[in-house]
């Protein structure tokens, strides 16, 4: 009987655990200078959020019985920063153990607890692309994330109906890792793109046998299914358009070489990440209608990125690219504002411009434009409020709110935020030293265990 | 000069005015003369700020400054009208012409091989070349320290101004050795000694340090005892020791590289009980230990201020608010980015510091005439007077803000082309040719 009671129990709490719902909110913004990104920008004007939902922007609008209202005069407010690009709340980042590794996935791994969500947070940004590192050629899917600080379950980070994407990188990461480290291919890129053909041609063997079996069983009951693998079954998604390439490159002529590699196999959507020499065949990334997801002056911590320029990703948008700004670091992924703001230095782009690389572009490049990225009538109650224009270096992110949830209030900010304190790991003294979190955990892999 | 000479030149010449921007490969040369520029807001930090003011540059100085001066014959007048001018900025801290692309060992300049190394000089290994440089003086950086790091004793830094051909040529007269003291703290990942480990490390290299330094007194006694007696030292080839003699006298300075507030607090009572002239560099938890700092009188180079905080712990802003707190407690700071490549980003580092509470003011001084003051060559740079050196710039609105230009540029003297890598780059590529088609 004890029994039966702690296994109903554990399945109550269970089914509590996956199936509730992260929480949604109202709030009015009042009077605040609203920064719609697609629709121009307002004055004195309010922003409701009913049940985390945008339900109106304009003047005047009075709050709903109940409903918290923020006084945002003389503030900002934009829509929520979305990074396309990060590796903050996971535990791992790479699984470098192959150069092919579509069966794993990012969204096993999430780490509701890291502090780096927060620190987001704190720097308007609301959601994340949480990626794969760029250790192996494919890599494993990644998980769009929402930046719901506060809770243990893992579950309250996902954006539920987000599209599923995976990570692909080319160049000098899977090139060093594998090539030089364990003398496989791909030890040039020549060997990236082989390894690339290779695994859609069997992906596309498995997805063979596989309708083949499919039409067969209606008929022949006794027809025997082919040998599942989910790594096959991944690749085989990434063909049929279901898994969007979200692709660490770095030169110009590796982006050319994915590019034809996907005309060859039928697969359409790209994006590219880093993309430094992007600027370079801007025509061909407009042509084939790739995306691509830059920062805004990294270069020359490495060979391929020594012949960078800072306005890529203003010569990207003028060839009508859709481009992001984006993070790949804890660090960055709190300032992207300013990270945006460094295209009207370098190239001159206009505020709407620069504001669309960090909110309604990611958008696009996630799949989830009609959800984020503006302040819309209809779309997610995700808004960052600002103190000074947000493309200002005088910028100060004051609240920050998640389905009309407020999660950073910079007056409310606590001196230790951390939701779950682990005695035996009191918080110490870390330099931070790594440049590429793309790259974490390989070295410990690569160095130390063996 | 015959006549068909002259022509092929001017057509030369202006085939290149054409050419210039689109398919400059090279840069341009600094141009050096009399130059007035005129009817602009001087803000020259020391002393206030003139409106419809004019500089006068005139062999490598600042020859006048102020309103209503009338401007020298033969000078070159460039209007300024709507434009301001400031100090070329200061970085105080960098590994910038030391390293070129940081994942090729081979082209990193800044991590010699030991542990006692003062004798290491910077300024002999900085490339004159690097395509950083360019990069960053067309933000309006025109001088900054660069720095060697590794072991206790990595070197010596070197300020240097971001333009010539030789290293002597950019030296801008300072140097200092540079001491990484022993830390208490992680090293970050792959540090996973336990606490009581640790601790046997610090207080073992703490101990080797007072025997090295105790050894440095030696070398300067029998130095001195040698002098007095004018015979010559008899003591073997040892480039440390000598490095460190004007340090450990008293003469020179000594640049302490320390984090965690438990080992500035040690560090503090190091410099009191050695009398050392010191200079703290990094300091990201001064703001633990403000009060400490400003009691001991020591000045800091802080940063970078866009940085993570240095525990889970701590609060999200705690790097960007440190040079503020800092301050607010008294200690005298200049900021630093420790970049190599993306040294372009100071205005940005001292933005973040004034909007996080040191303000515009302090900000400016911090990446000019503090650190010019901290380093001794005040009375070189740092603000805009007259005999001093023409390191200055001219923009279209305040320094620190991303989206302002910076126009011009003059280091020593010399107005440099506001060309770079990234800008040529630009220049290529914005309209690429061939496009799409063949």
């Known amino acids: 009987?004890?029994?039966?009671?702690?296994?109903?129990?554990?399945?109550?709490?269970?089914?509590?655990?996956?199936?509730?719902?992260?929480?949604?909110?109202?709030?009015?913004?009042?009077?605040?200078?609203?920064?719609?990104?697609?629709?121009?920008?307002?004055?004195?004007?309010?922003?409701?959020?009913?049940?985390?939902?945008?339900?109106?922007?304009?003047?005047?609008?009075?709050?709903?019985?109940?409903?918290?209202?923020?006084?945002?005069?003389?503030?900002?407010?934009?829509?929520?920063?979305?990074?396309?690009?990060?590796?903050?709340?996971?535990?791992?980042?790479?699984?470098?153990?192959?150069?092919?590794?579509?069966?794993?996935?990012?969204?096993?791994?999430?780490?509701?607890?890291?502090?780096?969500?927060?620190?987001?947070?704190?720097?308007?940004?609301?959601?994340?692309?949480?990626?794969?590192?760029?250790?192996?050629?494919?890599?494993?899917?990644?998980?769009?994330?929402?930046?719901?600080?506060?809770?243990?379950?893992?579950?309250?980070?996902?954006?539920?109906?987000?599209?599923?994407?995976?990570?692909?990188?080319?160049?000098?990461?899977?090139?060093?890792?594998?090539?030089?480290?364990?003398?496989?291919?791909?030890?040039?890129?020549?060997?990236?793109?082989?390894?690339?053909?290779?695994?859609?041609?069997?992906?596309?063997?498995?997805?063979?046998?596989?309708?083949?079996?499919?039409?067969?069983?209606?008929?022949?009951?006794?027809?025997?299914?082919?040998?599942?693998?989910?790594?096959?079954?991944?690749?085989?998604?990434?063909?049929?358009?279901?898994?969007?390439?979200?692709?660490?490159?770095?030169?110009?002529?590796?982006?050319?070489?994915?590019?034809?590699?996907?005309?060859?196999?039928?697969?359409?959507?790209?994006?590219?990440?880093?993309?430094?020499?992007?600027?370079?065949?801007?025509?061909?990334?407009?042509?084939?209608?790739?995306?691509?997801?830059?920062?805004?002056?990294?270069?020359?911590?490495?060979?391929?990125?020594?012949?960078?320029?800072?306005?890529?990703?203003?010569?990207?948008?003028?060839?009508?690219?859709?481009?992001?700004?984006?993070?790949?670091?804890?660090?960055?992924?709190?300032?992207?504002?300013h990270e945006a703001a460094k295209t009207q230095h370098y190239g001159g782009l206009s505020d709407d411009e620069a504001l669309a690389l960090i909110t309604i572009n990611p958008a696009k490049q996630l799949g989830v434009e009609d959800r984020i990225g503006s302040l819309e009538e209809g779309k997610e109650g995700d808004v960052a409020i600002f103190r000074n224009h947000p493309l200002s270096v005088y910028a100060v992110p004051v609240r920050t709110i998640i389905d009309g949830v407020v999660y950073f209030d910079i007056d409310k900010d606590p001196s230790d935020i951390r939701v779950s304190i682990d005695p035996d790991n009191l918080p110490t003294f870390q330099q931070y030293t790594e440049e590429d979190r793309c790259m974490d955990g390989v070295f410990e892999y690569l160095f130390e265990n063996r | 000069m015959n006549y068909k000479n002259s022509i092929s030149i001017a057509l030369l010449l202006a085939a290149c005015l054409l050419q210039g921007n689109v398919k400059a490969q090279l840069m341009s040369k600094a141009v050096k003369g009399t130059f007035a520029l005129t009817h602009a807001t001087i803000h020259t930090i020391t002393k206030g700020d003139i409106q419809d003011g004019t500089v006068v540059i005139q062999d490598g100085k600042i020859q006048a400054v102020g309103a209503g001066i009338a401007t020298p014959a033969g000078a070159q007048v460039i209007d300024c009208t709507g434009k301001e001018i400031y100090p070329g900025l200061i970085d105080a801290g960098t590994h910038l012409g030391l390293s070129e692309v940081s994942s090729v060992s081979l082209t990193e300049d800044y991590n010699e091989i030991g542990d006692l190394i003062p004798e290491m000089q910077a300024l002999t290994a900085v490339n004159p070349n690097s395509a950083a440089i360019p990069v960053t003086r067309v933000n309006g950086v025109t001088t900054v320290l660069t720095m060697p790091s590794g072991g206790r004793f990595p070197g010596t830094a070197a300020l240097i101004d971001l333009n010539g051909y030789t290293p002597d040529q950019m030296y801008a007269g300072f140097k200092v050795v540079v001491l990484n003291w022993p830390s208490s703290g992680g090293f970050g990942r792959f540090d996973r000694r336990s606490p009581e480990d640790r601790k046997k490390a610090e207080e073992k290299a703490l101990k080797d340090l007072n025997a090295y330094w105790d050894q440095a007194k030696e070398f300067a006694a029998l130095d001195a005892a040698a002098k007095k007696?004018?015979?010559?030292?008899?003591?073997?080839?040892?480039?440390a020791m000598e490095a460190l003699m004007p340090v450990v006298n008293g003469e020179a300075s000594l640049l302490i590289e320390v984090n965690k507030d438990k080992d500035i607090l040690s560090a503090l009572r190091w410099i009191k009980e050695k009398k050392a002239k010191a200079i703290l560099g990094g300091v990201s938890e001064g703001w633990r230990v403000a009060d400490s700092i400003a009691a001991a009188g020591i000045p800091v180079l802080v940063g970078p201020v866009i940085d993570l905080p240095t525990r889970p712990s701590d609060r999200y802003d705690a790097p960007y608010a440190n040079p503020g707190k800092l301050k607010a407690a008294g200690v005298k700071i200049a900021i630093r980015t420790m970049q190599t490549e993306n040294v372009r980003n100071l205005p940005y580092h001292a933005g973040f510091a004034a909007a996080y509470g040191l303000g515009k003011e302090e900000a400016l001084k911090a990446v000019t005439i503090y650190p010019a003051e901290i380093f001794g060559v005040a009375d070189q740079l740092g603000s805009i007077e007259k005999g001093k050196r023409a390191d200055l710039i001219v923009t279209d609105g305040d320094p620190f803000e991303t989206k302002t230009n910076i126009e011009k540029v003059f280091i020593q003297g010399w107005e440099v082309p506001m060309d770079s890598r990234h800008i040529q780059l630009y220049n290529e590529f914005l309209d690429r040719q061939p496009g799409l088609k063949k």
């Open chain 1, 1 to 337: 009987m004890k029994q039966l009671f702690s296994l109903i129990f554990i399945l109550s709490a269970s089914i509590t655990l996956s199936w509730s719902q992260p929480s949604k909110g109202s709030l009015l913004i009042k009077n605040g200078t609203v920064l719609t990104v697609t629709k121009g920008t307002l004055t004195n004007s309010d922003v409701l959020i009913v049940d985390g939902i945008i339900k109106k922007i304009g003047k005047n609008i009075s709050a709903p019985k109940g409903v918290e209202v923020i006084d945002a005069t003389g503030l900002y407010v934009m829509p929520g920063i979305i990074d396309a690009h990060s590796h903050i709340g996971i535990d791992v980042v790479n699984e470098a153990t192959n150069p092919v590794t579509a069966d794993v996935w990012v969204g096993d791994a999430l780490d509701p607890m890291d502090v780096s969500i927060y620190r987001a947070l704190a720097g308007g940004t609301t959601t994340s692309h949480a990626m794969h590192g760029s250790a192996n050629v494919i890599g494993g899917q990644c998980e769009t994330i929402k930046h719901r600080f506060g809770s243990t379950n893992p579950n309250d980070l996902r954006m539920d109906g987000a599209p599923r994407t995976i990570k692909f990188a080319l160049g000098e990461n899977p090139m060093r890792v594998h090539g030089e480290g364990n003398g496989i291919i791909p030890r040039t890129r020549m060997g990236v793109e082989e390894v690339i053909r290779r695994a859609f041609s069997e992906a596309q063997a498995y997805q063979a046998k596989w309708d083949a079996y499919n039409k067969d069983k209606m008929k022949n009951p006794r027809a025997l299914a082919p040998e599942y693998s989910r790594r096959l079954e991944t690749l085989a998604d990434i063909l049929s358009g279901k898994v969007m390439i979200h692709c660490h490159s770095y030169r110009a002529d590796e982006i050319l070489m994915l590019m034809n590699v996907c005309k060859d196999f039928g697969v359409k959507k790209i994006c590219f990440q880093h993309v430094n020499e992007g600027f370079k065949v801007a025509p061909e990334l407009a042509n084939f209608g790739a995306y691509a997801s830059v920062f805004a002056d990294w270069w020359a911590y490495k060979f391929e990125v020594y012949y960078s320029t800072a306005y890529n990703a203003a010569i990207l948008t003028r060839n009508g690219v859709v481009t992001s700004i984006n993070s790949d670091s804890p660090d960055l992924i709190r300032h992207l504002y």
């Open chain 2, 229 to 239: 007696s004018g015979q010559p030292r008899k003591t073997d080839y040892n480039p």
